[in-house]
């Protein structure tokens, strides 16, 4: 009798064996917190809230922060460009354990859905708009011209669509609002020849190195920079040079792999599941019977695509979030709609049909965030970053640089929140720099290029949700993901030794 072959488990499986292995963390590590300083605008003061939970209210000067041991101007408060609790040096306090059981890890992903509704309806109506879209057969008329127009070329697709995304990312952090990307963009890559992967990798690593060599990102760069009391000029040169090569490497590597796939669709990594993902993607589109790319259908793609820009326009200027950027979708959608002259009933039929189809994905998005929950509660996450402080004190420069690389690395992966990191991290390690004689910008770059790393992978990021669009599962993405992880890490590392020693 043959032996049945097992699969590796799927992203809700993988979520959960990561979620227990955080709640045995929350027993092993000891709680312990920062007392932390926030801003009150209003009442232009200071609020500490002490380990203990009590609070103390002091004056919202530049003096107040010079005594704390605070190296960040009143400015920054003022303005606003530091606007969440940051750690006070040196109060670091053990408390009162909090471990969590069994209860609070089958609540976890409840209120993990709950935390993160905004993100998940955004990705149902972007599930609703695409299913109304695909029904115009607007998507396979024009997935026939583009295939046409790119006929030798195909490899552009990668070039373009990764070095926009990381201009995204560098500049205002794209990441979550991808997600809206992989169902238009994957029956594109499919009919060109490519697999799944190469999509996924194209958008996901253009939005992730984007984001790891961050130039003007408020969210990294600049909220990192104030909470280390620099300005976020300072560095900058060297990240925009890595954010160039480190492009360079990751389309390199995509380019390569997807010749491979074109070539021989047998070497693609996810060969099993072609006629599967095929069938998803493309069971509308008939080469033998592609619709006219009428005017009709250009105005639909046109305005698509304008909804786009004006999404990233929203967010990097006027201060989007997911409650407009859903809006806006949502907009599109009755608009193409109404151009397509479908009836009520059939687009809301389409609707709900598409929404229904990326309900598992904004699921995962759920459990994911209730691994961050875990963390939280069990007060273990300012603990890591104490002793991870400890450490590196005294250390050998050169020795100095890659354990704090190695140390946002693991602190990346508790607290995937770029900014919620930067500024419970900073004002702790920052200092550690100048006692090895380096300049602050070095630990800028290094907790960048940590978290950055770490987001290729981690289960508390965005990848299982992106991997769950097309069911591909996590070894799969492993394989395909180590080596340019390994690739992109010795060159941070590079990087690092460049910009602390050459001056």
């Keep these: 009798m043959s032996k049945k072959k097992r699969s590796f488990p799927t992203a809700f499986?993988?979520?959960?064996?990561?979620?227990?292995?955080?709640?045995?963390?929350t027993y092993i590590v000891p709680s312990g917190l920062f007392a932390k300083l926030q801003y009150d605008g209003d009442k232009k003061i200071f609020v500490v809230t002490k380990p203990d939970g009590s609070t103390q209210e002091l004056p919202g000067t530049q003096e107040t922060l010079d005594k704390l041991g605070i190296k960040i101007k009143i400015e920054k408060f003022e303005d606003g460009s530091i606007y969440k609790p940051i750690a006070i040096p040196g109060t670091y306090e053990r408390v009162e354990?909090?471990?969590?059981?069994?209860?609070?890890?089958?609540?976890?992903?409840?209120?993990?859905?709950?935390?993160?509704?905004?993100?998940?309806?955004?990705?149902?109506?972007?599930?609703?708009?695409?299913?109304?879209?695909?029904?115009?057969?607007?998507?396979?008329?024009?997935?026939?011209?583009?295939?046409?127009?790119?006929?030798?070329?195909?490899?552009?697709?990668?070039?373009?669509?990764?070095?926009?995304?990381?201009?995204?990312?560098?500049?205002?952090?794209?990441?979550?609002?991808?997600?809206?990307?992989?169902?238009?963009?994957?029956?594109?890559?499919?009919?060109?020849g490519y697999d799944a992967l190469v999509c996924i990798a194209a958008v996901y690593m253009g939005s992730s190195v984007g984001t790891m060599f961050s130039t003007v990102n408020p969210f990294a760069s600049v909220i990192a920079s104030n909470a280390a009391g620099i300005t976020f000029t300072e560095g900058l040169t060297m990240r925009f040079i890595g954010w160039i090569i480190a492009n360079i490497i990751a389309i390199v590597y995509i380019v390569r792999y997807a010749n491979k796939v074109k070539k021989d669709p047998a070497n693609s990594?996810?060969?099993?599941?072609?006629?599967?993902?095929?069938?998803?993607?493309?069971?509308?589109?008939?080469?033998?019977?592609?619709?006219?790319?009428?005017?009709?259908?250009?105005?639909?793609?046109?305005?698509?695509?304008?909804?786009?820009?004006?999404?990233?326009?929203?967010?990097?200027?006027?201060d989007w979030w997911f409650t407009e950027m859903t809006t806006l979708f949502l907009a599109v959608s009755l608009i193409i709609g109404f151009l397509s002259r479908m009836k009520e009933k059939d687009f809301v039929n389409r609707f709900i049909s598409g929404a229904a189809d990326l309900v598992g994905v904004a699921l995962i998005i759920g459990v994911a965030r209730g691994i961050n929950l875990i963390l939280d509660n069990g007060l273990i996450s300012d603990?890591?970053?104490?002793?991870?402080?400890?450490?590196?004190?005294?250390?050998?420069?050169?020795?100095?640089?890659?354990?704090?690389?190695?140390?946002?690395?693991v602190l990346g992966f508790f607290i995937p929140s770029s900014s919620g990191l930067a500024v419970l991290s900073m004002p702790i390690?920052?200092?550690?720099?100048?006692?090895?004689?380096?300049?602050?910008?070095?630990?800028?770059?290094?907790?960048?290029?940590?978290?950055?790393?770490?987001?290729?992978?981690?289960?508390?990021?965005?990848?299982?949700?992106?991997?769950?669009?097309?069911?591909?599962?996590?070894?799969?993405?492993?394989?395909?993901?180590?080596?340019?992880?390994?690739?992109?890490g010795a060159f941070s590392i590079i990087m690092l030794l460049i910009q602390a020693f050459v001056r």
């Excluded at 499986?13 to 963390?25: K, P, R, Y």
């Excluded at 599967?276 to 006219?292: A, G, Q, R, S, T």
């Design 13 to 25: 499986t993988v979520l959960f064996i990561v979620l227990i292995f955080a709640a045995i963390l």
């Design 97 to 192: 354990a909090n471990p969590q059981g069994i209860i609070d890890v089958l609540q976890a992903p409840i209120k993990g859905i709950q935390e993160s509704i905004d993100i998940i309806v955004f990705v149902l109506i972007i599930g609703g708009l695409i299913g109304v879209l695909n029904s115009t057969g607007a998507f396979d008329a024009g997935i026939a011209s583009l295939s046409r127009a790119t006929k030798g070329k195909e490899f552009l697709l990668i070039v373009i669509i990764t070095a926009l995304v990381a201009v995204g990312g560098t500049t205002f952090g794209m990441a979550e609002e991808t997600i809206a990307f992989y169902p238009i963009l994957i029956p594109v890559f499919i009919a060109a």
């Design 269 to 318: 990594l996810i060969y099993s599941q072609k006629e599967e993902i095929e069938e998803k993607f493309l069971k509308n589109h008939d080469k033998k019977e592609v619709p006219e790319f009428t005017l009709r259908r250009k105005l639909m793609l046109i305005i698509f695509g304008l909804a786009f820009a004006v999404m990233i326009w929203g967010v990097s200027t006027q």
């Design 383 to 409: 603990t890591i970053l104490y002793y991870a402080s400890k450490l590196v004190e005294g250390m050998n420069p050169v020795v100095f640089i890659i354990v704090i690389l190695l140390i946002f690395i």
């Design 429 to 488: 390690i920052a200092p550690l720099a100048d006692s090895v004689g380096l300049p602050r910008d070095i630990i800028v770059s290094a907790y960048q290029y940590g978290q950055g790393l770490i987001a290729f992978i981690t289960p508390t990021g965005l990848i299982l949700a992106t991997l769950g669009l097309v069911d591909v599962t996590y070894d799969k993405w492993l394989k395909f993901i180590m080596p340019l992880m390994g690739y992109i």
